[in-house]
């Protein structure tokens, strides 16, 4: 689902993957 996000180009969208993928690593 991150990756689809990514792909459709958007930095907001990437960068709030990012942070998510971030979030939950830390958990």
């Known amino acids: 689902m991150t990756r ?4 459709t180009g958007s930095p ?3 960068e709030f993957a990012y942070s998510r993928a971030v979030v939950q690593g830390d958990w």
Request: no cysteine; hydrophobic share 55%; glycine share 0%.
């Open 12 to 14: 907001f969208e990437a």
């Open 4 to 7: 689809r996000l990514i792909s």
